[in-house]
């Protein structure tokens, strides 16, 4: 069990105990890499004794990788909430898949619509045709593609999420038509204008951070979160501080308590040199 490390005897106490932080626009570029500095920042958040975590729609073993890279030791949020697992050993803390009925409900409205589809089980992805970028996603994160005749037959193992790929317009009318069906039983999540995610209505960004809280025994006002995506909106309304980085929509810039655009890469170096200023006592 991940717990928290008090600091050295010469250390500051800080006023907050635990960072969740986005990947992809918040630290991770286009390119997939993490922006300069970022990781310098991140190494100063720990040093103060804070942990720090990702909060992710990413799969486990990329943000696993991730958080091997930036030295982070506390359990991962991944899939936009709907999974926490620790760093190395991979222990699942907290899991919350469609249940089967529900799966079929969503995995119906994206058949009847044509979309091209996904379900993510076990920390694999399986599709029903294989296309160049699937094949490539899973090669450059280090997951498994399974082709199978039809998801169907595996929703019983209840995927972690179902996902569909299209044009801008056919996602934006699933999307609608998904949410007309299964209603509050399920989280939404439009990735890009051409990719979207269905998840169990339970799990999002801010459930998992406050399971994670709690399980870590951090009260929610010593909490932080920092994102810059609508995906990120329910973490920064929980955290006890939440911080919206770069040039982001206006659900996010209401639902922040700090909106830090400087107009560069280094607005999560920025965001971070403001919390530890006044992080102190």
């Known amino acids: ?69 930036l030295g982070l030791s506390a359990p991962l949020i991944c899939y936009q909430g709907a999974l926490i697992r620790e760093p190395g050993d991979g222990a699942v803390l907290w899991h919350k898949p469609l249940p089967g009925p529900l799966a079929c409900r969503v995995l119906t409205v994206m058949r009847e619509q044509g979309l091209h589809r996904y379900a993510y089980i076990d920390g694999s992805i399986y599709v029903e045709q294989r296309r160049e970028e699937d094949s490539r996603y899973a090669q450059n994160n280090g997951v498994e593609l399974h082709l199978v005749d039809d998801l169907s037959a595996l929703l019983e193992r209840q995927p972690t999420e179902l996902a569909a790929r299209g044009d801008a317009a056919e996602v934006e009318l699933l999307i609608a038509r998904i949410r007309a069906v299964c209603g509050s039983g399920v989280i939404v999540n439009r990735i890009h204008t051409s990719f979207c995610e269905v998840a169990h209505g339970e799990s999002g960004k801010g459930n998992a951070l406050k399971y994670l809280a709690e399980r870590l025994a951090v009260p929610r006002s010593r909490t932080v979160a920092i994102g810059d995506s609508p995906n990120d909106v329910s973490m920064l309304e929980w955290a006890g501080l939440g911080i919206a980085v770069g040039d982001v929509p206006a659900e996010v810039r209401t639902a922040a308590d700090w909106v830090i655009d400087n107009g560069a890469e280094d607005s999560f170096g920025e965001a971070v040199a403001r919390l530890l200023d006044c992080s102190e006592g």
């Open 1 to 69: 069990m991940s717990v928290l490390s008090p600091g050295g005897s010469g250390q500051m106490t800080s006023r907050y105990q635990l960072v969740a932080i986005d990947l992809d626009g918040t630290i991770i570029n286009k390119d997939g890499a993490i922006v300069s500095g970022a990781a310098e920042a991140i190494r100063r958040v720990l040093a103060r004794g804070i942990a720090v975590t990702l909060a992710t729609g990413r799969m486990y073993q990329p943000t696993n990788r991730f958080a091997h890279e």
